[in-house]
């Protein structure tokens, strides 16, 4: 009986460590990120909350809305979001990977594979981003 006492502990105490670095993880995103697609195309504006990210265009173009996953024991990250606004994309996954470094946010993201490596094409693109200050 001690024993499963022992595990259950265990277990508990790992589920609340990944708990704990996944709610860091997402504290690091949190905020509004502006920048471009590698290839040139301006204008990109991502917002992350705890759970959801959204994205505007030239400050009109709606991006779309998602709940996002993330995976800081992979290497490279791993991000992905699945579109959970009402339309024509809903359901749809987008699987990424990311690296932030200081106020710089690169995301690359296709809608079949996880991307293996920082580039656009081959079905993938990738978002080169700044973290705007809070306001």
């Known amino acids: 009986m001690k024993r499963i006492a022992l595990a259950v502990l265990v277990v508990l105490s ?3 460590f990944v708990s704990a670095d996944d709610a860091e993880a997402r504290k690091q995103l949190t ?9 040139g195309a301006t204008g990109h504006e991502i917002t992350f909350t705890a759970d959801l990210i959204s994205g505007v265009k030239d400050g009109k173009r709606d991006l779309g809305k998602g709940a996002y996953k993330i995976d800081q024991s ?3 990250w791993r991000m992905d979001a699945t579109e959970v606004k009402e339309g024509g994309a809903k359901g749809q996954v987008w699987k990424g990977i990311y690296k932030i470094d200081g ?3 690169t995301w690359c993201v296709g809608t ?3 991307p293996s ?3 656009t094409g081959n ?11 809070a306001k």
């Open 14 to 16: 790992a589920v609340s």
């Open 103 to 105: 106020d710089s946010l």
């Open 112 to 114: 079949k594979d996880t």
């Open 31 to 39: 905020g509004v990120w502006k920048g471009r697609v590698d290839n």
């Open 123 to 133: 079905g993938q693109f990738m978002l080169v981003l700044k973290r705007e200050p």
């Open 74 to 76: 992979a290497m490279p």
């Open 117 to 119: 490596k920082f580039e």
